[in-house]
């Protein structure tokens, strides 16, 4: 069950609208790395000590992957890439590297990440 709470604002780019209510999700805390070690080992014959190490293994390639301009594929979870955005320029000669101003991780779900989310119930939270 995801838990939301209902927000009033102003829809950016017209302040003269009526404010209108929308719902953000409700964080319920945290999981830390350590969290998640522990219950890999608990469902695995992995102990955490080698969950941990596979891990940070792998929390060291993937950006060195993304920043090589490759898409991460962790099969039915989804995939990461770069994605980078600039300012525009008049022709393509005139472009410079310099005008790349943003660069984020995009996340694109696979099929079990899907499944979830398509069938994610809400629950509002009282205030």
């Known amino acids: 069950m ?13 302040p003269d609208d009526p404010k209108k209510w929308y719902a953000i999700g409700v964080s319920r805390g945290e999981i830390t790395l350590r969290d998640l070690y522990r219950e890999i080992a608990l469902i695995s014959t992995v102990s955490p000590v ?6 940070e293994a792998f929390l060291q390639l993937v950006p060195k992957y993304l920043c090589n301009g490759q898409i991460v594929r962790l099969g039915d979870f989804g995939s990461f890439s770069l994605r980078i ?3 525009g320029a008049e022709t393509e000669g005139a472009f410079k590297s310099s005008m790349i ?5 995009h996340f694109r779900p696979g099929k079990e990440v899907e499944n979830v989310l398509n069938n994610l ?6 205030d």
């Open 2 to 14: 995801f838990l939301y709470r209902l927000i009033q604002k102003i829809m950016p780019g017209k």
């Open 101 to 105: 101003k943003d660069a984020k991780i």
């Open 50 to 55: 080698d969950t941990a190490a596979v891990v």
């Open 121 to 126: 119930a809400f629950e509002k939270v009282s």
């Open 85 to 87: 955005s600039s300012e």
